[in-house]
């Protein structure tokens, strides 16, 4: 008998290949987990940093597609989480607050479209792209920090947040961006030197990104941050400055 199967834009997976622990369906591909869905009943939904040993690394497209008993989603633990699919998010109209991690690098169309409640959103300093819907109607939205390394956003992004003001940082993309299409916006200052990550802490974190860095293993947020000896290259000898500062060593760079 030949079988017809129906490609929709979300990913096709065979349905043997599926394992559900602690609520999230997922599975592995090349010792790296993918959630599919969510079947648990948690308003607070963390997103582990493993499942079954393997480090989650990507939420598929409508992973938790209008889940309306959500109200928040921690990415905290999901240290090795680099995508976040299309439509992933798409109506769950209980989630209030986002924060991004640096680690995730890739937002994905409508991702976070329609979540009516979401107030404030944090972006952190690996995406580089805010694709087209990613936002749309999400009409509580207040207020969004958009890191500098964020160099393009879709015109469409935010269409329907009539509230929203943008927080920035001077002479950004997203400044640029909130002027041309009359969103208030306000200047942040900016991260301190050694902030690798554009987390807003300096930390073994930054160290350890600049290491990768130097493997071509990490695209650097922001060169200058990094370059915390200001000889105008980033290498070894940055990382083991702000190791000396973390332990004390050194009070300043």
């Known amino acids: 008998?030949?079988?017809?199967?129906?490609?929709?834009?979300?990913?096709?997976?065979?349905?043997?290949?599926?394992?559900?622990?602690?609520?999230?369906?997922?599975?592995?591909n090349n010792s790296e987990a993918v959630i599919h869905d969510y079947?648990?009943?948690?308003e607070n939904v963390v997103i582990p940093q493993k499942l079954l040993k393997a480090n989650v690394a990507a939420i598929?497209?409508?992973?938790?597609?209008?889940n309306t008993g959500i109200k928040s989603v921690s990415f905290e633990n999901a240290t090795s989480l680099k995508t976040?699919?299309?439509?992933?998010f798409n109506g769950c109209t209980g989630l209030e607050t986002l924060n991004i991690p640096s680690n995730v690098t890739t937002l994905s169309f409508g991702a976070?479209?329609?979540?009516?409640?979401?107030?404030?959103?944090?972006?952190?300093?690996?995406?580089?792209?805010?694709?087209?819907?990613?936002?749309?109607?999400?009409?509580?939205?207040?207020?969004?920090?958009?890191?500098?390394?964020?160099?393009?956003?879709?015109d469409n992004a935010f269409s329907g947040c009539d509230k929203l003001e943008i927080y920035c940082y001077e002479f950004s993309y997203a400044?640029?961006?909130?002027?041309?299409?009359?969103?208030?916006y306000v200047i942040l200052d900016k991260y301190d030197l050694g902030d690798v990550d554009l987390s807003g802490r300096i930390?073994?974190?930054?160290?350890?990104?600049?290491?990768?860095?130097i493997l071509d293993k990490y695209n650097l947020p922001a060169f200058r941050?990094?370059?915390v000896n200001r000889d105008g290259k980033v290498n070894i000898r940055d990382a083991t400055t702000i190791q000396l500062y973390l332990v004390g060593k050194i009070k300043e760079f």
């Open 1 to 28: 008998m030949l079988a017809v199967i129906i490609l929709s834009s979300m990913t096709a997976f065979a349905a043997d290949s599926y394992i559900t622990i602690d609520g999230f369906t997922f599975d592995i």
């Open 39 to 42: 079947e648990g009943n948690s």
């Open 60 to 66: 598929d497209n409508y992973a938790f597609f209008e």
């Open 84 to 88: 976040i699919g299309e439509n992933a």
């Open 112 to 154: 976070f479209q329609k979540c009516s409640a979401l107030r404030q959103v944090k972006i952190g300093g690996g995406v580089n792209s805010i694709p087209e819907q990613c936002f749309y109607n999400c009409s509580s939205l207040v207020d969004i920090e958009i890191p500098e390394s964020v160099t393009s956003i879709a």
């Open 175 to 184: 400044q640029s961006f909130a002027e041309e299409h009359g969103i208030k």
């Open 203 to 213: 930390n073994i974190r930054d160290v350890s990104f600049i290491q990768l860095s």
């Open 225 to 227: 941050y990094a370059d």
